[in-house]
T-cell receptor
């Protein structure tokens, strides 16, 4: 176990709805990254939060947004859900500083859009 | 932009045998990290091994070792004495040294272990 926890583990939503996924980072980590993993594919970088600010973004539309809180936990919000948003969403936490640590991944949230 | 390519969607190996998973990547950077991650059915991405590009020596972690060829941009994973618990998806991944430190993954290789 890595100490990175995600909730919920599974979720079913209807097209057009909004969803919020949550991630608790490992103790001592200050950075959270979110990835989308479609079935049969490798994870794709969505964005990263460092000290509560977005610190890099992949090729995802603005309806994918996020937050990082003072305790370094994070949320991923997706508005106007589309069928193609069905995927495993992975959160990874790490420490950025004079000596960066490895990224540790949570077990993911499986989102199904119907 | 950096890319990571895994050309073997699936592989099988007999228990106790050795298997090598292939990976190539493309980058214009000179310093970076390369990783192999394992993703079992539990879905959690587990770091298997890491290689710093500035190190010529190939990384080794117990039964897992890599063959890092920087000029050829090749990064293969060798699993010795394969065990049933090694069955999983394996992802080759790249990370640059810049601040946003996103990880770029290949599409993965599904490894089957035959008893």
């Amino acid at each position: 176990e890595t100490g990175v926890t995600q909730s919920p583990t599974h979720l079913i939503k209807t097209r057009g709805q909004q969803v919020t996924l949550r991630c608790s980072s490992q103790s001592g980590h200050n950075t959270v990254s979110w990835y989308q993993q479609a079935l049969g594919q490798g994870p794709q970088f969505i964005f990263q939060y460092y000290r509560e600010e977005e610190n890099g973004r992949g090729n995802f539309p603005p309806r994918f947004s996020g937050l990082q809180f003072p305790n370094y936990s994070s949320e991923l919000n997706v508005n106007a859900l589309e069928l193609d948003d069905s995927a495993l969403y992975l959160c990874a936490s790490s420490f950025q500083g004079p000596a960066n640590t490895e990224a540790f991944f949570g077990q993911g949230t499986r989102l199904t859009v119907v | 932009a950096q890319t990571v390519t895994q050309s073997q969607p699936e592989m099988s190996v007999q228990e106790a045998e050795t298997v090598t998973l292939s990976c190539t990547y493309d980058t214009s950077e000179s310093d970076y990290y390369l990783f192999w991650y394992k993703q079992p059915p539990s879905r959690q991405m587990i770091l298997v091994i890491r290689q710093e590009a500035y190190k010529q020596q190939n990384a080794t972690e117990n039964r897992f070792s890599v063959n890092f060829q920087k000029a050829a941009k090749s990064f293969s994973l060798k699993i010795s004495d394969s065990q049933l618990g090694d069955a999983a998806m394996y992802f080759c991944a790249y990370r640059s040294l810049n601040r946003d430190d996103k990880i770029i993954f290949g599409k993965g290789t599904r490894l089957h272990i035959l008893p």
